[in-house]
């Protein structure tokens, strides 16, 4: 059974920087599509980041230049840095993982930017 963990939320202050870590067991890591959604408070959740078995990323035009997401094969963990955080970014972040039409995602961790 896969599972998928997150880490690494907390408390951020404007203008900061985070990572985030998900971990995934059970699964076949090397074959699975990995993304990063996030949900803020009172909104739709919105795709943040995704990256390809072979590691290759794409990101929203709302992400792209703040957010960096990679991956380690070795320790089958997938990573989200988050740059010159926004109060905007405020949201509870989920990892995904997809590999031939089984998904699952995790429980989340949550992100505050705030002074």
């Known amino acids: 059974q896969v599972q998928v963990v997150e880490s690494g939320g907390g408390l951020v202050e404007p203008g900061g920087s985070l990572t985030l870590s998900c971990t995934i067991s059970g699964g076949t890591f090397t074959l699975a599509t990995m993304a990063w959604n996030r949900q803020a408070p009172g909104r739709e959740q919105e795709r943040v980041a995704v990256i390809s078995p072979s590691g290759t990323a794409s990101y929203p035009d709302s992400t792209k230049g703040r957010f960096t997401i990679s991956r380690d094969n070795a320790r089958n963990t997938v990573e989200l840095q988050i740059n010159s955080l926004k109060p905007e970014d405020t949201a509870v972040y989920y990892c995904?993982?997809?590999?031939?039409?089984?998904?699952?995602w995790g429980q989340g961790t949550l992100v505050i930017v705030s002074t």
């Open positions: 995904g993982y997809a590999v031939a039409g089984l998904d699952r």
